[in-house]
């Protein structure tokens, strides 16, 4: 019988786990039907604990396989519950419907710690894909809504929203209103770590407004928490920033949780590009404070440096910047690694230890273009051509406005003006006077467009050393002041140094 079943595994190997969800009986019972198989050379034991069959004998197993007798549902619950089990370990601050009587009953494996929880993940994400792959209806919305927790170093948010608008379709088919806030809510998660804010806030929309139909209040607040962070994205942060204060709010009408912790910290990033690193700061504090009192799991640190070590570079302290980034590189991995190496190598840059920023920039290009992860693989090479002087000039440049030219299909006001004031650097560093003022002011009516106090403080900085260059000292003078009054009243010492230094000059 359980050779038979076989013919039902959708993926390429399997464990005595799944194996006794096909045979009807507990993995101790499979193990040793296993090891028989084995020996009769009707299965192959490739890797300790994990089994295949040969192409031929899949083949027979499927052709002797009937559906109803041989009913693949027990295998593809174990998946979804299992999965299930693994989420809040691997992405404590993700949130899945509760389950209800129309689910299958709970079966699933147990997981001591996150460290078991993603062991099990990447020896099953292939098999896990193929489950999903012949799931249908409810069944199938419920194990792509798993997928949540997998963004972040697991699943490429691209083949998340193509299963998701599969998953989607399907719900609409049924009249589904559970699994049509789920994928709603899926895609606009996948939508914006690809840097797309304007269709995740119209998909985060409808998910809250799902939410609140089915009385799913979690999931409501969480989802307008996410709306209020992707709306950020689109460069209204005075908007963003009263948001953030409300829904942080509603939050604390709960006990502490690792939402309360998220919203604080991507509140502390708002802050931050709106250039008030002190307040930033002392809201990561506090939600690195809640994470700790709740023992959360691992995988929350990496962030988490890097966002305080992100706050230090503005605040001008770089030595407690580069601890900082030392410490999430030590525990980051995927999207976060990539964007801390990139911050890591600007802080090694101002530090003036060229050489090693250089390498740090080169190793945030690799990991984010081998990861497929657009934002932060355009992050990284304007980092690198910010700081790499050992390029070419035009290849400095020529990274940078392609950089820009990314932007411009995929709004990010906080990166695209950050990419003009280093581009604008660079051409003043190459002596291209004219070019570099062009792009400088460019750069500060956009940060002051959007609020992004400390680039509007560098691009006048920089305006001002060209007008002294170019024999304006009085314009020169000006822009060095309003640079100053920007950067003493945010508390930005080393761009306050920078803005000085223009007067002293002069």
């Known amino acids: 019988m359980l050779f038979r079943r076989f013919g039902l595994v959708p993926g390429c190997d399997f464990t005595a786990s799944s194996a006794a969800r096909l045979a009807g009986t507990d993995p101790a019972a499979a193990k040793r039907l296993l090891a028989r198989l084995a020996s009769a050379h009707l299965v192959e034991e490739h890797a300790p604990g994990r089994y295949r069959l040969h192409d031929l004998v899949f083949l027979y197993a499927r052709e002797h396989c009937t559906e109803g007798d041989d009913d693949p549902t027990p295998l593809r619950a174990y998946y979804l519950h299992t999965a299930r089990a693994a989420a809040p370990l691997l992405a404590p601050s993700i949130d899945l419907l509760p389950l209800t009587h129309e689910d299958p009953p709970r079966d699933a494996e147990e997981f001591a710690d996150a460290d078991a929880a993603n062991a099990w993940f990447q020896a099953e994400q292939h098999n896990l894909l193929a489950v999903i792959d012949h799931a249908r209806g409810r069944l199938l919305w419920r194990l792509v809504e798993t997928l949540r927790a997998f963004m972040y170093g697991g699943y490429q948010p691209d083949v998340i929203i193509a299963l998701a608008r599969r998953a989607l379709a399907a719900a609409e088919r049924a009249g589904d209103r559970a699994g049509l806030a789920s994928m709603h809510h899926t895609l606009a998660n996948a939508m ?7 269709p995740a806030v119209r998909h985060y929309e409808i998910a809250s407004d799902l939410y609140a139909k089915i009385g799913w209040e979690t999931g409501e ?164 051509a910010r700081v790499d002087e050992s390029l070419d000039l035009r290849e400095r440049v020529d990274m940078l406005n392609e950089v ?58 920089l305006l001002a050393r060209l007008h002294v260059r170019g024999g304006s000292p009085g314009a020169g003078r000006d822009y060095a002041r309003m640079a100053l009054e920007v950067h003493r009243e945010f508390g930005h010492r080393l761009d306050e140094a920078a803005a000085l230094a223009v007067l002293d000059q002069d």
């Open 221 to 384: 607040l969480v989802t307008l928490t996410n709306l209020v962070v992707a709306s950020a994205s689109l460069g209204d942060l005075q908007e963003s920033t009263a948001n953030h204060e409300r829904i942080i709010r509603l939050w604390e009408q709960f006990e502490p949780s690792p939402k309360l912790a998220a919203t604080l910290e991507n509140y502390a990033i708002k802050l931050l590009w709106a250039g008030r690193p002190r307040e930033a700061l002392e809201r990561q504090l506090r939600a690195v404070r809640i994470r700790e009192e709740l023992g959360e799991p691992p995988g929350w640190q990496a962030r988490a440096c890097s966002i305080i070590g992100d706050i230090h570079l503005a605040l001008g302290d770089l030595g407690p910047a580069i601890e900082a980034f030392e410490q999430g590189l030590a525990w980051g991995k995927g999207v976060q690694l990539a964007g801390t190496l990139s911050s890591a190598a600007m802080a090694h840059h101002m530090r003036g230890d060229g050489t090693v920023a250089a390498e740090l920039a080169r190793r945030a290009v690799r990991v984010a273009g081998a990861r497929g992860l657009g934002s932060e693989y355009e992050e990284a090479r304007s980092t690198l």
């Open 404 to 461: 820009l030219d990314s932007y411009r299909d995929r709004t990010y006001p906080y990166l695209d003006t950050r990419a003009r004031v280093w581009l604008a650097e660079v051409l003043a560093d190459g002596a291209r006077w004219d070019e570099a003022a062009d792009v400088a002011r460019q750069a500060r009516d956009e940060a002051r467009r959007h609020g992004l106090r400390r680039l509007e403080g560098q691009a006048l900085t």
């Open 192 to 198: 914006f770590v690809l840097n797309e804010p304007r």
